[in-house]
C-alpha cells in the first residue's frame, strides 16, 4: 500500500469518525489533526493530489484559514 493511500485513508477517518459526527472533536482539535497529517505527508513526500487534498481539508476545517496564498505555501 503506497503512502498516499494510507494518508487519504486517514484522512477519511478523521472526517468520517463517529465523533466528528457527533460533534467531537472541535474544530480547532480536527484543524491540528489535519495540520499535523499534512506535515507527515510532506515528509513522507506524498504527492500533490494528497498534499492538495489536506490542504483543502484545512480550508473547511478552519475557515479563517483561508488566505490561499498561505495554504499554497505549506509544503513548499
Request: aromatic share 2%.
Amino acid at each position: 500500500m503506497s503512502t498516499a493511500c494510507t494518508i487519504m485513508e486517514r484522512l477519511i477517518t478523521l472526517l468520517d469518525g463517529e465523533q466528528l459526527q457527533r460533534g467531537h472533536p472541535s474544530h480547532a482539535d480536527l484543524f491540528l489533526q489535519v495540520a499535523a497529517l499534512l506535515a507527515e505527508a510532506i515528509q513522507d513526500g506524498a504527492d500533490e493530489r494528497t498534499l492538495g487534498a489536506i490542504r483543502a481539508t484545512l480550508l473547511i476545517t478552519e475557515p479563517k484559514f483561508s488566505s490561499l496564498e498561505t495554504v499554497s505555501r505549506l509544503g513548499t
